[in-house]
């Protein structure tokens, strides 16, 4: 059975309860042997590492022409040669991918002639087209491929160096988590998004840590009974941190299908990040919706949640930046400065009485 999708040029067939995605002209595999509905098939199909695919094939067969020293020979060699490119996240390069197809107008340009100007005008442009923060995505991808082009002298400078910011940031993304919340979204999961909330609230991991982390790095701990050995997946570090007892007694009742702790509703791994990352936003939002949760609660959140219930137990900035994996302690105060306002607030009304 053969259904259409909304990508040119592909078949999506269906075998013997199966999902497999082709290139209708090559008939490249893009996709293969998934299982679930057609309705889960659509959201697989919208995941960036398939998107980040899909638009990598394209962008290579359209700048096969494009001269030495322009930029889209450059976005080739990036995509195609390039070590840092390989090392990114699926979701980065899905951006990056979209962030390039925008560009493609302009692909035929030299690139030692682009300047910051050049740049400006490109993402004011972009920032009308489309948004603020896609713009920023744009430029954020020229640049790290300009720095590994200068690298390798395939461009002399990197023109899109210190740009500021189209989108002004919101400083509450991934705010902390209340009690409540934390406990009406544990109580309404299902087993296997469950399991991935107690690894982020009670051990602080990032969802690409969560999606890789495996049973033996669940150890025996002779202090805390158990602990997690684990090199970080962001930034290459080993990470040791005491397992929580809320966590150790959860994980005690889970069921070990895998050698990864959290997998998925039945019980193989996830295909990678984004798709887990995805199914804990689905279902975040639809607790929002009924009104067990408030607006945005998010996966990362519940590590500053983590980060904050450290802060307010005598932690300071550099002892939590450790026990999240951070290199930098500047992140143990990025992740608690609201707890440093609290404890100022708190401060000023020591001594002050209220009436009851």
């Known amino acids: 059975m053969v259904v259409l999708v909304k990508y040119e040029g592909l078949n999506v067939i269906k075998a013997r309860g199966r999902w497999y995605v082709y290139v209708r002209e090559t008939k490249e595999k893009l996709l293969g042997g998934f299982e ?4 889960d098939l659509m959201k697989r199909l919208a995941m960036p590492d398939f998107m980040a695919k899909y638009n990598s094939r394209r962008l290579l067969q359209s700048s096969l022409t494009y001269e030495p020293g322009t930029l889209g020979d450059l ?25 390039f197809k925008h560009l493609r107008p302009i692909f035929h340009t030299e690139v030692s002639q682009i300047t910051q100007s050049d740049l400006y005008d490109i993402r004011d442009k972009c920032a009308i087209e489309k948004w ?3 713009a920023d995505k744009m430029i954020a991808a020229l640049s790290t491929m300009f720095s590994q082009g200068v690298k390798r002298k395939k461009i002399p400078s990197n023109p899109a160096r210190g740009m500021d910011k189209a989108h002004k940031a919101n400083p509450n993304t991934n705010r902390e988590w209340m009690a409540d919340e934390v406990s009406a979204a544990i109580e309404a999961a299902p087993p296997h998004i469950k399991t991935i909330l107690f690894l982020a ?18 150890q025996d701990d ?3 009974g158990k602990c997690f050995r684990v090199v970080t997946r962001k930034n290459n570090e080993v990470l040791w941190v005491p397992a929580a007892v809320e966590l150790q007694e959860h994980l005690a009742g889970v069921d070990k299908t895998s050698t990864l702790i959290a997998t998925r509703q039945n019980g193989a791994t996830w295909d990678n990040e984004v798709q887990m990352q995805t199914d804990v936003s689905h279902f975040l939002r639809a607790l929002e919706k009924d009104g067990k949760v408030g607006a945005g609660t998010t996966l990362h959140g519940l590590r500053v949640t983590y980060a904050a219930d450290l802060r307010r137990s005598g932690a300071d900035a550099g002892d939590i930046a450790a026990a999240l994996g951070d290199k930098s302690e500047r992140m ?8 440093e306002s609290e404890a100022k607030v708190i401060r000023a009304f020591k001594g002050k009485q209220f009436n009851p």
């Open 332 to 339: 143990g105060t990025h992740y608690t400065r609201h707890v």
């Open 75 to 99: 976005v080739r060699w990036f995509e195609t040669e390039c070590p840092k490119y390989q090392t990114l996240a699926d979701a980065t390069k899905n951006d990056y991918s979209v962030a």
């Open 222 to 224: 002779p202090s805390y």
């Open 132 to 134: 603020p923060r896609f």
């Open 36 to 39: 679930g509905s057609r309705d």
């Open 201 to 218: 609230r009670y051990a602080g991991f990032r969802g690409q840590t969560i999606a890789v982390l495996k049973w033996r790095e669940y």
